[in-house]
């Protein structure tokens, strides 16, 4: 069945560093993937919708200069998170899209920011 | 605005009992609902998809139910066992975007 990858699984950074979190569709292409954010104990909320070839659209009260998104081919999108603080420690989920109904979910990524 | 609301929040039963899940949802006019399934520090599994022009799923021992007109979708689980205990979250996915709004999860604890 159709599988997404997240790399890393986990990170640990320091404050006011840079975190590249990669999603990758490993047998399907994915014109459409999806970045959430889980805080602890409580559900995904979506932060920003992307295409491939074209803008990422994000939700209201995500900032697009902190949370980066980039797609750049039918495979794989990347969330670059900028500048990063501890408010920003959370679970980031991505999902894709082939086209039709189903979300596919990738594993999560743990960012932790000291 | 769509607002979809899981009850309980939190739920604890022996082994073998069949129990229910709940999910609310404020907005009929949605395209699907599906259920979820995610372990600690994972990600998710879908269990069920329902369009919305249907009433029901089944997987195994998993039955869901969309009552779209009410606004309310429950997840039966048969027969529970140790191996069920996780979070379940549903969804609902509707609009020009077909962007999933998530419940708030019931963490189902099955008890040896």
């Known amino acids: 069945g159709a599988v997404v990858s997240q790399h890393p699984s986990r990170v640990i950074c320091k404050s006011g560093t840079s975190v590249k979190i990669e999603c990758r569709s490993l047998d399907f292409q994915a014109t459409t993937m999806f970045w959430y954010r889980q805080f602890p104990k409580q559900s995904l909320m979506l932060m920003a919708t992307?295409?491939?070839?074209?803008?990422?659209?994000?939700e209201q009260g995500v900032e697009k200069d902190k949370f980066l998104i980039n797609h750049a081919s039918l495979t794989l999108s990347t969330l670059t998170v900028t500048s990063a603080h501890p408010e920003d420690s959370s679970f980031y989920i991505c999902?894709?899209?082939?086209?039709?109904?189903?979300?596919?979910f990738g594993p999560g990524t743990r960012l932790t920011v000291l | 605005k769509q607002e979809v609301t899981q009850i309980p929040a939190a739920l604890s039963v022996p082994e073998g009992e069949n129990l229910v899940l709940n999910c609310s949802f404020t907005d009929s006019a949605i395209y699907n609902l599906q259920w979820f399934r995610q372990d600690p520090g994972k990600g998710l599994t879908s269990l069920l998809l329902?369009?919305?022009?249907?009433r029901e799923q089944t997987s195994g021992r998993l039955n869901a139910s969309l009552d779209k007109s009410s606004g309310r979708s429950t997840l039966y689980i048969a027969a529970s066992q140790p191996g069920d205990s996780a979070t379940y979250l549903c969804?609902?996915?509707?609009?020009?975007?077909?962007?999933?709004?998530f419940g708030t999860g019931t963490l189902l604890a099955v008890q040896p």
């Open positions: 969804a609902v996915s509707g609009g020009a975007t077909n962007k999933l709004i």
């Open positions: 329902i369009q919305s022009s249907q």
């Open positions: 992307s295409n491939e070839g074209s803008k990422a659209t994000y």
């Open positions: 999902s894709a899209r082939s086209g039709g109904d189903n979300e596919i």
